[in-house]
């Protein structure tokens, strides 16, 4: 076996990375029946982004590649703390894989003087997979439960519903983002590191503002992602009050995934949350035949969200476990 460092930015590894990424899927394929991880396309363009510093490892047997991890460290925020993944496929478990790239893993974190390490895997309703045991053994404490529903566009009946707009506001779905829309962007961004529950994680409020909102923006084009956002306005003050955004690509199948919602607290209380997801799944439902389901993930305790999915007619499916360790100091 051997131990490669691998980049998708490294020409001449364009093969080894897209083998490290195949990894990833092919565990999740064999563990759960289906992959929610993330196409060689979108990590490749993670690894662009200068606002995280990624490292990752391939372990290679016979020129194939059966096993991979990364770690990632925040550069703008959160600069204690870091991100891991590792996947072994399932004929090379219980080798020492995942423990050597774990210590790997530990070793760069502490380097980069990171006092926190954080993973996450998905599993079955009640299911204890294999890295559920792995974790426990390797110091991990279940730090957070993440519920993930979807929405069936083929039978939703929502978009028909004669639903009011609550009074006093006006919902607009735009297709993009523009870019007299950043800075409320960038704000929403702050504020929803602060207001989702975060279980026991250690994370801490992220800094944004219109030229990180734009970098990722270029970066989610590269993706080929487009993204549906509806926005609150008050029509009072002219204000932001919150918005919704779903984003897909055509290589993520049928499948299009939710990202943050949030309403900001002083327009709370008028079900806004609920308009702005109902209206984003109605015009994504009209005009989007190769999209069947929209996908979410909410904490286990975030009841208001996780009502409102359920309200709108999300079904419950698997869960992500989100594990933490403290790490030793380097030296
Ligand atoms: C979790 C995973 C990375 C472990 O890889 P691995 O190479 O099998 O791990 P190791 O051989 O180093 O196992 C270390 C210890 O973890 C525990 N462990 C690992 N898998 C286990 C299992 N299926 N059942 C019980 N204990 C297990 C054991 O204590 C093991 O030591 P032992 O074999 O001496 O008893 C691998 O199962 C995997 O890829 N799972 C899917 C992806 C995932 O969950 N990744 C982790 C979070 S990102």
């Known amino acids: 076996m051997e131990f490669v460092r691998v980049s998708g930015l490294e020409p001449d590894q364009s093969e080894l990375f897209e083998a490290w990424a195949q990894v990833f899927i092919d565990a999740a394929l064999a563990d759960n029946g289906e992959s929610d991880e993330r196409s060689a396309t979108d990590l490749r363009e ?6 995280v510093g990624r490292r990752l490892m391939a372990v ?3 020129g194939r590649v059966v096993a991979g991890a990364s770690v990632m460290f925040p550069l703008q925020d959160n600069l204690t703390h870091s991100f891991a993944t590792i996947a072994v496929l399932p004929e090379f478990r219980r080798r020492g894989l995942g423990t050597r790239l774990l210590d790997w893993i530990e070793e760069q974190a502490r380097e980069q003087g990171r006092a926190t ?3 996450h895997f998905n599993a079955r309703p009640g299911a204890r997979p294999a890295g559920f045991a792995f974790a426990e053994q390797c110091g991990f404490s279940l730090a957070q439960r993440l519920v993930r529903n979807d929405l069936d566009l083929s039978s939703w009946t929502g978009a028909d519903a004669n639903v009011p707009v609550p009074e006093g506001y ?7 983002l523009p870019p007299e829309r950043q800075a409320d962007y ?3 961004q702050e504020a929803i590191t602060t207001d989702i529950p975060l279980g026991g994680l250690a994370l801490e409020p992220e800094v944004w503002d219109v030229e990180r909102v734009g970098a990722l923006s270029a970066r989610l084009e590269a993706m080929g992602r487009t993204r549906w956002l509806v ?4 029509e009072g003050s002219g204000e932001c009050a919150g918005f919704t955004e779903v984003q897909w690509a055509p290589d993520l199948g049928p499948i299009a995934y939710q990202q943050d919602t949030l309403v900001h607290r002083d327009h709370r209380g008028h079900g806004l949350g609920m308009a702005l997801k109902r209206v984003n799944a109605a015009q ?5 035949p190769a999209i069947a389901t929209i996908r979410t993930w909410n904490a286990d305790d975030n009841t208001h969200m996780l009502a409102v999915n359920a309200a709108l007619g999300y079904v419950v499916g698997s869960e992500m476990l989100e594990w ?3 790490l030793r100091p380097a030296g």
């Not at 994504?284 to 989007?288: D, L, R, S």
């Open 46 to 51: 993670m690894e662009r982004n200068p606002d």
């Open 60 to 62: 290679v047997d016979e």
């Open 117 to 119: 390490l954080q993973m």
């Open 170 to 176: 006006r919902l607009v779905a735009e297709v993009g």
């Open 186 to 188: 960038a704000r929403f």
């Open 231 to 234: 926005w609150a306005e008050h």
């Open 284 to 288: 994504i439902a009209a005009g989007q």
């Open 324 to 326: 933490q360790k403290l």
